[in-house]
C-alpha cells in the first residue's frame, strides 16, 4: 500500500504557479527525494549492514553578559558504537569503548540517545532525549511532510562530501503552521538523484518539550557508497539550555559530533540485539586502554567548539519564519545580569536588593527592566533597555541609574565582596551614582572578532558611605561624582578560543572620547593568554591604560591589590596612566579526588601557579585615594587553584617597600565574577 502511494507520490503533477515557495520544480525535486529517501537502495540488495561510530559528547558551560567568550568544557566523553542495520529500517547499536573526563565540578547524565548516531534521517518523526527534549516532529521528506512544509529552492552549490565534491540544490523547508512541533532548516538535494546529501535544522517553539530548552541545532551528513546507497557520514548535534524563570547569562550545551568508519555490507544483526534495546552495549565508561591518547589531546585535536555553523544555522532558521523566536523559552522571564545583581552588601547601600523582567519579541526585539533599593541609603536605582538582534548585529539602547564601581572590569566576584563587607568591614568597591542613556551597536566578525560602538549620555554624583558592618567600620567612600559628560566610545574584542585551558588570547581595546566640563581621549587595553610549555602554560595578564589631562574621576584608571597587582595596597595606585603585567607558569599537579554526590567531582588535578607581576601609575589626579607609583612595583607569589580551577587562592609578597608583606587572598576563579 505504502509503495503505491510512493509512487504515486512521484507521478502526480506539481502546481503550475512559478513561484519562489513551492513551484513545480520544487514540489517535484521533494516528490522524488520523499521516494529516494523511502526505499534507499537503487539496488534492492542493500538488506544489512555494519559500520562503526565514533564520536564525542561533551557538557559545556557558557557564562557572561552577552555571553563574548566561547564555552568551557565541563565534561567530555569519547565513544565508540557499533551499528548494525536491517531493511526495512530496523537500527540497533551498542556502545563498545566510552571513556569520560570531567575538567569543572560537574557530572551529566545523558539520555541515551545522546550516546548514540541517527540512523535512517531520524525515519519520518524526529525524536531526541528519548522523546523529553523533541517529540514527533513531522520530518520534511515524508509523506505528511507535503502537507505541513513550503520549500523553495534558494541556490545551486558544491558540496563537498565522502566521495568528493557534488552539485546539490539547496531546498529551505519552513512550516506552514509554526504553532505545530515542526523543523526549520535547509535540505542539500543531489542535482541529479534528489538524494539527501545534507541536512541542517532546528525546531519550532512547539516541537520543544521541555520549558529549559533554549534550541536544537542538527546536522545530519550522508555520503555515496557501493555507487548505490546513501548512508550516514557525518553528523552533529548541539542542544542549548538555559533557565525558565532567570534571565540569566548561564548556558548548558550538550554537543555531540560524530564521523562514520567504513560500512560491511550483508552483515546479519546478531540474534543477541533483535531483543536489545536500541541503545545498548556499556552503561558506563569503562576501560581507557582503548585509546592512544588522553582525551584532553583528542577534545583539542577535533575542535568541536566552532559556534560558526551553528549561530548561521540559528539566524538562517529565524530568517525563514519571519524572524519568529525559536527557543522554547518563555517569553517572559526575570533578568538579572548577576546574582549580585538580585542581593549585595556593599558600604554605600547596605544590604542592597533588586529585581528584573525581561521579555522576548518577535523579529529579534527584547526588552528588559531593572528595580532596586538600598537599605541603608534608602536610594531607589532603576533602568530599562531595549534590544535588537540581526544576524551578527545587535542594538542597544539603554536608560538607567544605578550605583556602580568605578572600574572597568570586576576585580573581585560580587559575592565575595557582599561577604568581605558584612562580615569584615571589607569593601572593595569605589561608587558612584550614575544617571546614564546610551545607545550602542556591536557586530560579530566571527565567532572570535567583534566591534562594539557606544554613545552615552551620563551625569556622575559622589555617594557616601552609610552601612554599618556586623563589626568594625568601613573606609569613606571617595567622591568621585564628576557631572555630565557626552560619551562615544568603540570597544574591539578578540575572544578566547581555548575551550579547556582558555589557551588562547584574548583581548580587548577601548577608546572613548568625552566632552563635558572638560574634553577628554581614553585609551585602554587588556589581554590575558596562555602557551603551552613543558609542564603546563605560560599565562600573561596585560592591564593599561592611558588618557589626556581632561580626564574626569569617574573615569580614571586605578590598580592595585586583587585582580590587578597581588599584595600591593588595593587600588593604592591610579590617575590617567597605569600598566600591569602578570607572567605565571601554570603546572597541573595532582590532587585528591573528592566525590561531591552523585553529579559533581573536585576532580583529581589542581593547578599550581608561580607568578612574577609588575605595576606602574602615573599622571595623579587632584581628590582620589590612587597616587602614582614612584616607578615600578613588582610583586612575587603562586597561585593555588582547585575544584577544577574554580577556586583560586594567591600568595604574594610586594618586592618593594618598608612595611612589604605577604598577604593572601581567596576567590572564586576571575572568569566566572561577571556572573557573581
Known amino acids: 500500500m505504502r509503495s503505491a502511494l510512493l509512487t504515486l507520490l512521484l507521478l502526480w503533477p506539481g502546481p503550475l504557479a512559478a513561484q519562489s515557495w513551492n513551484d513545480a520544480e520544487v514540489v517535484r525535486l521533494i516528490r522524488r527525494a520523499i521516494l529516494l529517501r523511502e526505499t534507499p537502495a537503487s539496488d534492492t540488495a542493500l538488506g544489512s549492514y555494519r559500520t562503526r561510530a565514533h564520536g564525542f559528547v561533551t557538557h559545556l558551560m557558557q557564562w557572561g553578559p552577552g555571553f563574548p567568550d566561547p564555552p568551557r568544557v565541563a565534561q567530555a566523553d569519547e565513544l565508540e558504537v557499533e551499528v548494525y542495520w536491517e531493511a526495512p529500517g530496523l537500527s540497533k547499536q551498542r556502545i563498545v569503548a566510552w571513556r569520560e573526563g570531567n575538567f569543572l565540578p560537574i557530572r551529566m547524565s545523558y539520555h541515551r540517545d545522546h550516546l548514540g548516531v541517527v540512523t535512517n534521517n531520524f525515519g519520518p518523526l524526529v525524536r531526541i532525549g528519548e522523546g523529553d527534549e523533541v517529540r514527533d516532529a513531522i520530518h520534511p521528506l515524508s509523506l505528511e511532510g507535503l502537507d505541513e512544509y513550503d520549500f523553495g529552492i534558494r541556490d545551486t552549490l558544491r558540496l563537498r562530501t565522502g566521495v568528493g565534491e557534488l552539485e546539490v540544490l539547496a531546498v529551505q523547508v519552513r512550516p506552514r503552521n509554526t504553532q505545530r512541533p515542526l523543523v526549520v532548516g535547509i535540505l542539500y538535494l543531489e542535482r541529479s538523484t534528489a538524494a539527501l546529501v545534507r541536512f541542517q535544522f532546528s525546531f519550532t517553539p512547539a516541537a520543544y518539550r521541555s520549558r529549559e530548552l533554549e534550541d536544537i541545532s542538527v546536522t545530519l551528513e550522508q555520503s555515496l557508497f557501493e555507487g548505490k546507497w546513501w548512508l550516514p557520514y557525518a553528523q552533529q548535534i548541539e542542544i542549548r539550555r538555559r533557565s525558565s524563570v532567570f534571565d540569566y547569562p548561564f548556558r548548558d550545551i550538550i554537543s555531540g559530533k560524530w564521523e562514520f568508519g567504513e560500512y560491511d555490507f550483508g552483515v546479519p544483526l546478531p540474534p543477541e540485539l533483535r531483543v536489545a534495546p536500541e541503545f545498548g552495549g556499556l552503561r558506563n565508561p569503562g576501560d581507557t586502554s582503548t585509546w ?37 523559552l518563555p517569553r517572559r522571564r526575570f533578568g538579572t545580569t548577576a546574582l549580585s545583581e538580585l542581593i549585595r552588601v556593599n558600604r554605600v547601600q547596605g544590604l542592597a536588593v533588586g529585581f528584573g523582567l525581561g521579555f522576548h519579541f518577535n523579529g529579534g526585539w527584547q526588552a528588559r527592566g ?61 561608587y558612584l551614582l550614575g544617571q546614564e542613556l546610551g545607545l550602542g551597536v556591536q557586530h560579530r566578525f566571527d565567532p572570535r572578532w567583534s566591534l562594539e560602538l557606544a554613545t552615552r549620555l551620563e551625569s556622575s554624583s559622589s555617594v557616601e558611605t552609610t552601612a554599618r558592618p556586623l563589626r568594625k567600620a568601613y573606609q569613606d567612600n571617595p567622591a568621585l561624582g564628576s557631572g555630565s559628560y557626552l560619551l562615544a566610545r568603540g570597544v574591539f574584542s578578540l575572544a578566547a578560543r581555548g575551550a579547556l585551558d ?104 589542581a593547578t599550581f601557579a608561580p607568578f612574577f607581576g609588575v605595576g606602574w601609575a602615573g599622571g595623579e589626579m587632584a581628590g582620589l585615594p590612587w597616587k602614582r607609583s614612584h616607578g615600578a612595583r613588582p610583586v612575587l607569589g603562586a597561585a593555588l587553584e582547585i575544584l577544577h580551577g574554580l577556586i583560586r587562592f594567591e600568595a604574594a609578597r610586594p618586592l618593594r617597600g618598608a612595611d612589604a608583606k605577604l598577604r593572601l587572598t581567596v576567590d572564586v576563579s576571575p572568569e566566572w565574577w561577571p556572573i557573581l
Open 370 to 430: 531593572t528595580l532596586g533599593y538600598g537599605l541603608s541609603d534608602h536610594r531607589l536605582t532603576a533602568g530599562v533597555s531595549g534590544g535588537l538582534t540581526r544576524g551578527s548585529t545587535d542594538w542597544t539602547l539603554e536608560a538607567r541609574r544605578t550605583i556602580r564601581d568605578v572600574g572597568d572590569e570586576p576585580v573581585v566576584s560580587g559575592v565575595v565582596n557582599s561577604f568581605l563587607a558584612q562580615e569584615a568591614a571589607i569593601d572593595l568597591g569605589s
Open 292 to 328: 592512544s591518547r588522553s582525551l584532553r589531546a583528542a577534545v583539542d585535536s577535533v575542535d568541536p567548539f566552532d559556534r560558526r555553523q551553528f549561530e548561521e544555522l540559528k539566524t538562517r532558521a529565524q530568517d525563514l519564519v519571519s524572524r519568529q523566536v525559536l527557543e522554547g
Open 502 to 605: 582558555r589557551s588562547d588570547l584574548k583581548a580587548q581595546l577601548g577608546v572613548e572620547a568625552g566632552t563635558g566640563k572638560s574634553e577628554y581621549l581614553r585609551v585602554s587595553f587588556r589581554s590575558d593568554g596562555s602557551v603551552p610549555v613543558p609542564g603546563g602554560h605560560l599565562r600573561l595578564r596585560i592591564i593599561a591604560g592611558l588618557a589626556t589631562p581632561g580626564l574626569p574621576k569617574a573615569r580614571s584608571f586605578t590598580i592595585g591589590g586583587r585582580g590587578t597587582l597581588p599584595s600591593e595596597v588595593y587600588r593604592g595606585y591610579g590617575g590617567r596612566r597605569v600598566f600591569t603585567g602578570q607572567l605565571e607558569w601554570r603546572l597541573n599537579i595532582p590532587a585528591p579526588a573528592v566525590g561531591l554526590g552523585p553529579f559533581a567531582t573536585t576532580g583529581n588535578r
